[in-house]
Nanobody, 125 residues
Framework: QVQLVESGGGLVQAGGSLRLSCAAS????????MGWFRQAPGKEREFIAG????????LYADSVKGRFTISRDNAKNTVYLQMNNLKPEDTAVYFCAADYLPWVIFTTVDAYDYWGQGTQVTASS
């Protein structure tokens, strides 16, 4: 079992920045690839970014490439999502997720084994 807790969400003006954190507890954090997803009202949950167990591989959705950066600190059992140049269309609940295949980054919801409760990000125009 892995428990995931997101933090760092909030309200920011368009063009601003936020850094989300996801703290993991339970089984060895480095055994998991990690992903960030988001879900806007009335829309499906979508993949944003993923990172392999070592941090050596990352993957981004086209909509956030060049603006968002995913990273992890295995010593702190934490994965981060740095979000710059936020746009109103980035407004959503953001979720982190863990996948027990540490060297592969999947982009589908059903590939991930554990989920956090989510944190709201709102970018106002």
């Amino acid at each position: 079992q892995v428990q995931l807790v997101e933090s760092g969400g909030g309200l920011v003006q368009a063009g601003g920045s936020l850094r989300l954190s996801c703290a993991a507890s339970g089984r060895a954090f480095s055994n998991y690839a990690m992903g960030w997803f988001r879900q806007a009202p009335g829309k499906e949950r979508e993949f944003i970014a993923g990172i392999s167990w070592s941090g050596g591989k990352t993957l981004y959705a086209d909509s956030v490439k060049g603006r968002f950066t995913i990273s992890r600190d295995n010593a702190k059992n934490t994965v981060y999502l740095q979000m710059n140049n936020l746009k109103p269309e980035d407004t959503a609940v953001y979720f982190c997720a863990a996948d027990y295949l540490p060297w592969v980054i999947f982009t589908t919801v059903d590939a991930y084994d554990y989920w956090g409760q989510g944190t709201q990000v709102t970018a106002s125009s």
